[in-house]
């Protein structure tokens, strides 16, 4: 694997309770306000100094399906939307991309194709859209549905959701809009389009009644794990989310996509592959530890277990904590939280020799552990550099101090690395990325002669 | 009538194009640059710094319905989707209420309250919902149907819709959150409810995953003039916009609502009834005389001729633009604009004998004609105390000057007369209206002994 050079893509997934169960709790700790916008504006703000990428907003459309008395003690029992939150802070940043999450399985693509599109334009072209499909029953019960729809019909109606978006965003050409005071014409009628839209999900007839978004098309972002995600991701990503348990299987990941890439007529580059690596920061590995167990002695087994059974869509009551975790056989996981969330959990049960609340205990976040600032930079820079990410997404595990030290300690060592850039080198989130325009499909098709 | 003193409610309805169509020709107006978040910011701190309770937003799930090359001479064509507009506004300023705009017919009640819950929250409690039904078959055809459905349905199901959301938005009691990081209980889960509800229109079973918005429910907006309209608007609304080509008509359809709303139970009070009058404001009656005609210039006979046909619903090709209006007779308007937008331009031309030209032209925007300041508040104050509105809502010919002038010659002349309040009362748009926060329902259960 040639070794690369260069800043890497930096991306933080904010949460403002932090993404350790027991963040909230901690003393000084703004992670019990989890409704306040100035709880991610103060966020966004520092990563946007640090030169971040990307502020990246998860959403989803239920509560997290514990029992109500677990669900009780958790954070993880109300959030803001994330629409509407990533326009909020689309108006008080001026530079750092934003990437929001919206479902293809339970909305309108003529909603989306606007709320997306109207987010570029706010934000001056900052935009990405993390297009997931959701994956819980207890998602589809707010939509009328019993069960969640099969992972193969959820990715066949996000892909035609998708053309259908970007069809919208086409509508206008790109020098469509003259403005012309003097004759009043506003625009040119040849470079505004319907759509026409008939497929097996959809009728959309258009035109979009927006102006092309400033970036062509917002920046298509996705975190698919499974072999249909996997494929989705191939043929439409351009950044994409990934959890991988070691550093090998993440190099596997990555190059299965930029292959599928590949495959399907792309340029490999124009895809960005951020791996989740989530350290608990501190200026040495016992100072980071320390912190580290102070949020674990904030958890408790009940609430713990009941997280561990719902990533793994299973019941574990049967499992004494004290002993070490068996051989678990997992139930069908077409329905549930993606195999390499929970193959995760496992091989590290195995290898480290866990008891099973060890094992529940881990599930206090996504993949999060101690680090010193120093031996997380060298972490970041193997993985980078050995074709493992283009890029890391932090689950920031506490707030708002994960943050503040992650950028104080963590970003100094990786600038003078040459691991995170000096300044944001473009405009829109495409120019940063440094991925290109897409052209207008009716642009491509006048420019071809007949 | 009584006559009655004290402020009445100010909103002004912002397009960034101006609600006369030939506004944005003029030289010096930003009313060009319609995708411009800029726009907005600058007029939202302008009302705001005016004390003005709402600035609203309106939105329409399609371009306008004309035929492209009309379309393209106009500032119609393109728009930024209202929920992100709306969080985007509520990031930048900090008393002010905003409105917006979104219809229950495109979708699904889980997405909007969580939505504008969340704008709620971002806002500090200062979000109103204006509830619209939709009314044309090109906004169908974005959403996979040919034809609007009939009005009786739309309603039907926006009455389900608004039941549904209200639901969720009682998920948590305003009391469940408890935030304690001592005993690591964030709420009470005897204070958390499902919703499960099934109706004829919608099966949603909650939770929603969010705290109580601040103002318990967002304040319900509403602008419907059909008979059905009518009916939904006594029956939920709580701030109303309406258009009433006479004063006498506005009276009559001010107690058509509060009688309405006794009937259905409820304090006339608790329903605020905001009339559409738009003057285009000069120091004098010349000067404003002068703008108006300077933009009436800037409007062409086909593209005028055009949006008439739009709003009657009908051909009007047939009637020469020099001979004067005849007796029109207006095809069924179920699926159009509303009658009295229509009965209003009918009216004014019989009774002013206008040409067909003169008629047309006079769609130039929503009742837009010149006054002089101090006849513009008198006219506000005759309205406002003789009982035909509670307040109104501006439809700002032309930007940012209409709404500059109106500021600063209007408003001066308003606060002498106490008819706009000094400051703001409270934080939240509610407090500002003088409407009381909803009960949670289930609240109100619990208080009532069994
Ligand atoms: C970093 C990261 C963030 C994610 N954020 C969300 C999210 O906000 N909402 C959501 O529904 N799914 C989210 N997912 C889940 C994925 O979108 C996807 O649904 C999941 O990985 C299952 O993949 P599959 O659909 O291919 O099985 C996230 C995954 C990762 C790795
Ligand atoms: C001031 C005002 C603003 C309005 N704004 C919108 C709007 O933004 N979007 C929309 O679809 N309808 C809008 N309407 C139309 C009404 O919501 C309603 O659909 C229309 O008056 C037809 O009434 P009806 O449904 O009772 O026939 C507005 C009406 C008025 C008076």
Chains 1, 2 share one sequence.
Request: glycine share 8%.
């Amino acid at each position: 694997m040639a070794q690369r050079k260069g800043p890497a893509v930096w991306a933080a997934f904010l949460w403002p309770g932090g993404h350790h169960h027991g963040a909230w709790r901690l003393p000084g700790s703004t992670g019990d306000d989890i409704m306040s916008f100035d709880n991610y504006r103060r966020m966004a703000l520092d990563c946007e100094r640090a030169k971040f990428d990307v502020v990246f907003l998860g959403d989803r459309l239920d509560a997290w399906p514990l029992p109500d008395e677990y669900l009780a003690r958790t954070a993880r029992g109300a959030r803001l939307e994330t629409i509407t939150l990533t326009a909020a802070l689309a108006a008080v940043t001026s530079r750092i991309g934003l990437v929001a999450t919206a479902s293809t399985t339970f909305s309108e693509p003529f909603n989306l194709a606007r709320q997306i599109g109207s987010l570029d334009h706010i934000s001056g072209g900052r935009i990405g859209w993390n297009v997931v499909t959701s994956y819980t029953d207890d998602q589809a019960q707010n939509y009328g549905l019993d069960h969640i729809p099969p992972r193969p019909a959820r990715y066949a109606r996000a892909q035609e959701f998708l053309d259908v978006v970007k069809g919208l965003w086409d509508t206008y050409e790109d020098d469509a809009v003259l403005r012309d005071k003097e004759t009043g014409q506003f625009f040119d009628a040849d470079r505004f389009h319907k759509l026409g839209h008939e497929g097996s999900h959809f009728k959309v007839a258009g035109p979009l009644n927006m102006e092309r978004p400033p970036q062509g098309h917002p920046v298509i972002c996705q975190a698919g794990a499974s072999k249909d995600g996997i494929a989705f991701a191939a043929r439409n990503g351009e950044l994409l989310f990934s959890i991988n348990s070691s550093i090998e299987r993440a190099r596997d990941y990555y190059q299965a996509i930029k292959t599928g890439a590949a495959d399907a007529g792309r340029d490999p580059d124009d895809i960005k592959v951020l791996a989740s690596i989530n350290p608990v920061i501190g200026r040495t590995q016992d100072e980071a530890e320390e912190k580290y167990q102070q949020m674990q002695r904030l958890l408790d087994d009940d609430v713990s277990r009941t997280f561990a059974e719902m990533y793994f869509g299973m019941d574990l009551s049967g499992y004494p904590l004290d002993e070490l975790v068996p051989e678990i056989e997992l139930p069908d996981a077409s329905h549930g939280m993606p195999r390499a969330h929970q193959e995760y959990m496992l091989n590290k049960a195995r290898d480290e020799k866990l008891t099973m609340r060890q094992l529940v205990y881990g599930f206090n976040g996504t993949n999060i552990y101690p680090k010193s600032a120093e031996a997380a930079a060298d972490e970041f820079q193997e993985w980078y550099e050995t074709g493992a990410a283009d890029g890391f997404i932090l689950q920031i595990s506490h707030v708002p101090e994960g943050v503040t030290d992650f950028v104080e300690l963590v970003v100094p060592i990786l600038r003078r690395r040459g691991l995170i850039r000096e300044d944001y080198v473009g405009t829109t989130l495409r120019e940063n990325l440094g991925l290109a325009r897409p052209v207008n499909r009716h642009t491509t098709a006048r420019s071809v002669p007949a």
